[in-house]
């Protein structure tokens, strides 16, 4: 399974950007999800989905600005971020969990099998 983030880059608060993630090599049913590391700090959750049905998670931090999404067609996750805040910087990664309890420890990145490579996102004041 290989996932492939990229959409980051430099914005100034109060931009959008809007993070993809491509997975290949194994579909069915399985929770994407959406995690960051800022500098210095450990990686956080960020925001879920699963990919069946319309269950949508997000952390405290991004509740209302961000959004996740998914294309079925293109077997592909979306962040779409707005109101973006110094804060948000960081590395942002996403991943895939196929395990029975993937979609109840969402929040965990140990329920999460596969990553990808991190995209990078700053926000500058």
């Known amino acids: 399974v290989q996932l492939q983030a990229f959409g980051g880059g430099l914005v100034q608060a109060g931009d959008s950007l809007r993070l993809s993630c491509a997975v290949s090599g194994r579909t069915g049913n399985y929770v994407a999800g959406w995690f960051r590391q800022g500098p210095g700090r450990e990686r956080d959750f960020v925001a879920a989905l699963r990919w069946t049905g319309d269950r949508t998670y997000y952390a405290n931090s991004v509740k209302g600005r961000f959004t996740i999404s998914r294309d079925n067609a293109k077997n592909t996750v979306y962040l779409q971020m707005n109101s973006l805040i110094p804060e948000d910087t960081a590395v942002y990664y996403c991943?895939?969990?196929?395990?029975?309890?993937?979609?109840?420890?969402?929040?965990?990145?140990?329920?999460?099998?596969?990553w990808g490579q991190g995209t990078q996102v700053t926000v500058s004041s």
């Open positions: 991943a895939v969990g196929f395990r029975s309890d993937s979609g109840v420890y969402y929040y965990s990145d140990l329920s999460y099998d596969y």
